[in-house]
């Protein structure tokens, strides 16, 4: 948690006054000239104020929230709140999940988009195109203590010294379990290691034939599930140093264990999902664990599922190394170098961690902060959720001792991007999962992929 | 002087109103035409060319030039091979169904009979629909946990207790699903080719055929295929085209699952170069479908020229 | 070589007969002419005859068996359309051998035909040749070779000469009835043009509206039409008919002559014309004009030879007169042949 803090303090806040000054492009300028003109011949005549507020506005893009009740509060209530008291129009765009890195590249060769951009996910491929957002990091800390390492893992490069994000929030990825299944076996609490989900889990699968369900697909979720295994078994993809270390014994043990699981507990079904089979395939009871975020008991609970009651929640499982869990969302804001708002963008995420206790209530405790001292009480909430049964969203309580990024133990370089995005730990796992490759071959292909994509990168020196 | 205006008003004279003017007119109106290809086809195939020699990302502005490094890399990538592989698979057997099915289908539609125009509006909505829509469908169709076809095989007693396939978790399955995907989305097209090749040929040539002494097949094989096959081949070449460059079916369905068993040069280029954020090694991979796509039409064309019919 | 009969062959489409309760006897190689203005139910009348369009009611028959039912292929019958359905892509050798080898003949056989037939129509050098590298003659005369090739019964002949140029025509009209004759192969041809009709048949069927009007030699449709419809149908120009009470006359331009030509050998009837109009053809002159009181003013078309030289002016009134006895008589009610007997 300490390494990624020391740099806090070393942005190079000359270098980012100057290229605004230099940034401002010819278009910007005509614009602001033109605006300025209309409000002086027009405004005396007609509504000066919004002639005034005219001339500001902040464009942001962020996803569809999984918690609906969050974008209305956030589109409707707050950005309105903030554009009021800030003089400014602020716009905000949606868009599902797997159109954002279209969307993003899509603005980078256009050089034209949004103000606020906002990646679901570490975006460090984007580093050259972003500003430094060391200075936002530098005035929360000020104001609100210092941020969590996650988010520093998750937005910060040490090669080139920058921070080419920020994030306000993160979302938790815990175990889901069916209470009723697994307290029939004599695990009401649910497992706590990866050895229990393999030892229950068949079990239950054999009494019950409900299977466990962790994804092997071309997905996010599988993405961070075969993550979240390979840490705790003491695997990783890199070292702290951005080395790749996949082909190892530990890596081996994971994989081997994975197998297993899939052969014991699992259908091939998980073969074949997508990021949302998992909460469909646990809401209708064909499931006996799975990891997710919250959002599906929430939407167990929003939609009044019998099933509600009996979905229990337990933190990050043991493996023989660790037991460590992977963020599931990382909110990552980043404001372009041709964002034509930058000042505003930048003022908008201070102010916004200001307020993050609204927004952690508005997303029913969904976005967790990477500012903890925002949500000073977060265990006693979690604890006061009056959903059935009682204090399951406890168990999120410490979440922030067995959480990390993706890229663990290093850093969420533009490489562990690629990596993640073209699914080569998935495959890896599915490969020997599914019998199609021995272990020792799926690893060695792997590894033999991900060297090819550091030394991609190195070259083009970003990592 | 007075010659010099003579002169200008004999060449006024000659100059009719430019709408007259053939030449000129039929380079104006084949503009249109020479813009959208240059701007949305040339430009970023040179494009995707100039990528591809650069260290280019989603996140760079400058590029520079590293010679054929990307395409070294590719070549030693077994996923790239792979996918190589499934793309030719992929297309040839759903295009194969496509040609066959089509020619049956369009038979069956030559016909006069009642609601033929019901019918045929209703294959060609699948063309009509939009794909990732349609697509969205069929993942719907083959969920592990919901798909109808299983629920309905389990309730026909066709499926028994033990069988519940995983249509896009096995390899096989996943593969069959997409190429049943891409056939249903192909069909109407290739469908409508056909018919309109066989409503070409003029009834004249089915009479003789029939007093001649030609039974169904020798009429199918020796009239009527032979006859449409200059269109069924454009169908097939336009079939190809599509096929091998789509990665809507792909990228719905699978997104290159299990483990790059359905993975097309399409969907690993989108992954790699958009997702992935190198877009240059995007860019390289989509290039191999250039040569390939060129082949086919090189020989798609000359064929069809050759079975040209007056 | 079979004969070809229809017993009342109906054949309905919509609300209206084409063919209409058609009974009809071609003779065993029997050169028969089915004559009629578009629309007339010629061709679908052939059509049923090929086995191509099922009829409705009646039954047609080939060589004495009924062969309503039968498919084309079952009836042992050749047609040559008007548009010759030359298989474009087959070479000219392809489809003159196509029969054959639809009729599963043997390589030697195919070979030794075509090459037969080629030589019938003098198009041995084409053989190679597609469809499209040949003139309008020589893809006719492809389209008989593979009419010939595999020896029918019958022929069925669509309108063959209707897309050569009026040149061609002629010469093709009398290459088809040369090699007809020397076959001797039944045969029914479809046309519209009353010169081929006349030039090539045996017989010629008339037909209006889906019903045979006449069945006769060439010589007795014209010169004894069952009817006003033969009567104005055969004949160019037609033949002038004169309302009167109740009966229609009728007589043949060419037997209209100015009185003085026709001289006062046996019994005319004359009348009085005002000329309209003069058309001069070369060997013909047609004179246009309006019947004189007290005949009913009814326009009438004289032929003259160019032999008759008697100078005849336009906007004048001349007596002409036709003999009695090339006048005919129909009845005014049905427009049928009648006795000469005023009623």
């Not at chain 1, 990382?330 to 993050?356: P, Q, R, S, T």
Request: hydrophobic share 45%; aromatic share 10%; with cysteine.
């Amino acid at each position: 948690m300490s390494d990624g803090i020391k740099s806090v303090l070393t942005p190079a806040e000359s270098q980012e006054e100057t290229q605004q000054i230099h940034g401002v492009s010819r278009r910007q300028f005509v614009h602001a000239a033109g605006a300025a003109g209309l409000a002086a011949s027009v405004g005396p005549f007609i509504l000066p104020r919004s002639a005034r507020a005219a001339g500001k506005t902040l464009k942001i893009l962020q996803w569809a929230h999984f918690v609906p009740a969050y974008d209305k509060w956030f589109d409707n209530e707050y950005t309105r709140r903030w554009g009021e008291k800030n003089d400014t129009q602020v716009i905000v765009d949606h868009v599902g999940i797997p159109a954002i890195n279209s969307r993003a590249a899509a603005e980078v060769s256009a050089q034209k988009g949004h103000d606020l951009f906002m990646f679901l996910w570490p975006a460090p491929t984007y580093e050259t195109q972003v500003i430094d957002h060391s200075e936002i990091y530098q005035e929360c800390e000020r104001k609100h203590g210092k941020a969590i390492d996650l988010a520093v893992k998750s937005t910060y490069n040490p090669k080139t010294r920058k921070y080419f994000g920020f994030s306000d929030s993160f979302v938790p990825d815990p175990v889901n379990y069916r209470i009723d299944l697994w307290g029939e076996a004599g695990m009401e609490k649910g497992p706590a290691s990866w050895d229990d989900v393999l030892k229950v889990g068949r079990k239950i699968k054999d009494k019950r034939n409900i299977p466990v369900g962790i994804g092997l697909s071309a997905e996010l979720d599988t993405a961070m599930a075969m993550r979240t295994s390979l840490y705790a078994f003491g695997g990783s993809v890199q070292d702290q140093q951005g080395r790749v270390t996949l082909d190892s014994k530990r890596t081996l043990e994971a994989v081997k264990f994975v197998q297993a699981l899939r052969k014991e507990t699992m259908t091939p079904e998980v073969l074949a999902w997508d990021a949302s089979s998992n909460n469909r395939a646990l809401l209708a009871g064909k499931l006996s664990l799975c990891l997710n975020a919250i959002s599906t008991t929430r939407a167990a609970e929003n939609e009044k599922l019998p099933i509600a009651d009996q979905l229990g929640l337990t933190k990050a499982l043991r493996g023989p190394v660790r037991a460590i869990g992977l963020e599931h969302v990382m909110d990552c804001y980043v404001i372009w170098n041709f964002a034509e708002n930058k000042e505003g963008a930048k003022k908008f995420l201070v102010d916004y961690i200001d307020d993050f206790l609204d927004g952690f209530k508005a997303s029913q405790y969904y976005n967790f902060p990477c500012f903890p001292k925002t949500v000073p009480d977060l265990p006693k909430m979690l604890a006061a959720d009056p959903h059935m049964p009682r204090g399951k969203y406890s168990v999120r309580g410490d979440v922030l001792n067995w959480a990390t990024n993706v890229g663990y133990p290093g850093y969420a370089n533009a490489a562990v991007d690629e990596i993640f995005n073209t699914w080569v730990i998935n495959t890896m796992f599915a490969k020997a999962a599914s019998g199609a490759m021995s272990p020792e071959a799926a690893i060695k292909e792997a590894d033999t992929k991900c060297k090819a994509i550091f030394a991609k990168w190195q070259a083009k020196k970003l990592v | 002087m007075s010659a010099s205006i003579a002169r200008q008003r004999a060449a006024a004279g000659r100059n009719r109103p430019w709408c007259d003017d053939e030449a000129l007119l039929g380079r104006m109106l084949l503009a249109p035409a020479v813009i959208y290809i240059t701007a949305l086809v040339g430009f970023p195939f040179f494009l995707a060319i100039f990528y591809s020699l650069s260290d280019a990302t989603v996140g760079s502005t400058t590029l520079h030039f590293v010679g054929l490094r990307n395409y070294e890399g590719i070549l030693q990538d077994p996923t790239f091979w792979r996918s190589l592989q499934n793309a030719i698979v992929f297309t040839l057997i759903s295009q194969a169904l496509v040609v066959v099915l089509g020619k049956i289908l369009a038979m069956a539609l030559y016909g006069d009979f009642r609601g033929k125009w019901l019918v045929r509006l209703l294959i060609l909505l699948p063309w009509v629909a939009p794909m990732s829509l349609g697509s969205i469908g069929w993942l719907w169709i083959f969920d592990p946990v919901y798909s109808i076809i299983n629920w309905s095989a389990r309730a026909l007693h066709i499926f028994g207790p033990e069988i519940w396939p995983v249509w896009l978790g096995q390899p096989d399955l996943a593969m069959a699903s997409v190429i049943l995907v891409d056939v249903w989305r192909l069909l109407p097209l290739a469908t409508v080719i056909i018919l309109a090749g066989l409503s070409a040929i003029p009834q004249d040539i089915h009479d003789a055929a029939q007093v001649d002494g030609a039974g169904f097949w020798r009429h199918l094989f020796m009239i009527n295929i032979p006859l449409v096959m200059p269109i069924m081949l454009v169908a097939l070449l336009f079939g190809i085209v599509f096929t091998f460059t789509d990665m809507i079916v792909i990228f719905v369905l699978t997104r290159g699952g299990p483990f790059d068993t359905t993975q097309v040069i399409a969907s690993y280029s989108f992954f790699t170069g958009v997702q992935g954020g190198d877009l240059a090694a995007g860019a390289a991979i989509s290039l191999f479908l250039f040569p390939v796509l060129a082949a086919v039409a090189v020989v798609f064309l000359t064929l069809a020229r050759r079975a040209e019919v007056a | 070589m079979a004969t070809v009969e229809t017993r009342a062959l109906t054949k309905r489409f919509e609300a209206s007969n084409a063919v209409d309760a058609v009974d009809l006897l071609v003779k065993e190689g029997e050169f028969l002419v089915l004559l009629g203005p578009s629309g007339c139910g010629k061709t679908t009348l052939l059509r049923m005859l090929a086995g191509l369009e099922t009829p409705t009611s009646g039954d047609v028959l080939i060589g004495g068996e009924v062969v309503t039912g039968l498919a084309p292929r079952a009836r042992n019958v050749a047609m040559v359309f008007q548009s010759y359905a030359l298989y474009p892509h087959l070479s000219v050798r392809g489809n003159i051998a196509f029969p054959l080898r639809a009729a599963g003949a043997h390589r030697d056989e195919i070979a030794n035909k075509v090459e037969t037939a080629a030589t019938m129509f003098g198009i041995q050098s084409l053989l190679q040749r597609k469809p499209r590298q040949l003139s309008g003659g020589e893809r006719q005369r492809v389209a008989l070779a593979r009419a010939v090739v595999r020896n029918p019964v019958v022929f069925l002949l669509d309108e063959p000469l209707s897309n050569l140029d009026a040149k061609l025509r002629a010469s093709a009209r009398d290459e088809l009835q040369q090699f007809q004759r020397r076959l001797g192969t039944t045969t029914v041809y479809v046309t519209h043009d009353q010169v081929e009709a006349m030039g090539l048949g045996e017989r010629i069927a008339v037909l209006d509206r889906g019903r045979i009007r006449q069945l006769g030699t060439p010589l007795e449709v014209y010169h004894d039409p069952a009817d006003t419809f033969v009567a104005t149908f055969m004949g160019s120009p037609p033949m002038n008919l004169m309302e009167t009470d109740h009966v229609i006359r009728g007589f043949r331009p060419e037997h209209c002559l100015p009185r003085e030509v026709l001289g006062d050998g046996g019994e005319i009837t004359p009348f009085a014309l005002t000329v309209t109009r003069i058309e001069y053809l070369g060997a013909d002159r047609l004179i246009y004009g309006t019947l004189e009181a007290p005949n009913p003013a009814a326009r009438v078309i004289a032929r003259l030879p160019s032999t008759i030289t008697l100078p005849i002016e336009s906007g004048k009134r001349y007596e002409f007169a036709v003999r009695t006895r090339e006048i005919k008589y129909f009845d005014r009610e049905t427009g049928l042949k009648r006795a000469p007997t005023a009623a």
